[in-house]
Every structure is written in structure tokens, then in C-alpha cells.
């Protein structure tokens, strides 16, 4: 039997407030920011123990991962379109986005290996993170993740695990 568990981001408070800017978006080139939340949901068939994931685990794993975007400029890495450089002394990130220079401290920043800081590409990229980290056992089939721009709109990204040999 397919089961399946949820973690709802906003009641869970797995929440994290940052800043981006998007490359030839009308109003979202500028710099600007939102309080984005995390939701999962994890599918498989329970254990022996009659669970399917532990939602301690779960949350724990989401959380530390909120937590490393938390208050912080997401900067994507993976755009050929956007240039990312060090400053001279090394001390701040400098972003070129469609002809608009941005320096900002470093440890104002997070890098992020997605081509644009949409809610798309951070649900994938903490997806990844998620798989990789939550030592998912062989029950598990399916893992989804969502991130909401603010709320009453998100983006999902999911994987089948069994597609991928996962278990
Ligand atoms: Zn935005």
C-alpha cells in the first residue's frame, strides 16, 4: 500500500526571508525580497514500524537547509547569462544581471548552483540537498518539495526515486 506523509512549511515555521533578483523580469530584475516556505511530502510504504519517515528527521533536514538561505541574497551560479566575481579584496560578491552591478558582502550572500533564483529552481535545488542529506531509507519511492513565494503561491519539484535506483 502507498502511503504517504506531508510537511506543511507555514505551520511547521520552515520559513526563510531572503533577497533576489530575477535576469529581463519586468519588476523582479530589482533587488527585492519575500519570506519563502518549505513544504515535502515524502511517499513510499511504511516500515516495521508502522512509519514511513520520521517527521522529526524531515524537518530537522529542512530546516538547517531554510536556515543556510535565511536572511541572505541568493545569488545563482549557474547562468552564463549572470556574472558572479569576487571584489578586489576579496570581501564582496559582484553580480552582473543584464547590465546591473550589484556588491554585496559576502556573508550577505548565498550561492546557489541554479540558473535564476525562482521558486522553480530553489524547490529543485533543495530537493537535491533534501535527498542527499535525509538518508532516505528503501521505502521510500517518491519525494516532492515545495517552495512558496510568499503565501498562496509555490513551485514544486519532485522525484521518483526509484527512477533514479535510490531504493
Ligand atoms: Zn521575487
Redesign the pocket.
Known sequence: MERRIEIDGWKSGIRFSSC???LRHDK?SRL???TYCVHLRVTGSVNTDMMLFDFGRAKEVLRGLAGELDHRTIIPTGNEEIGVTSSEDGRNVVVDLGGRTYSIPKEDTILLPIRM??AEEISRYLLDRFIKEASLGPNITRIELGVD?GMGQGAWSSMDLKAIGAG
Do not use: I, N
Request: charged share 10%; net charge negative.
Open positions: 533576489h533578483m530575477l523582479c527585492h525580497g519575500h533564483s525562482t513565494e
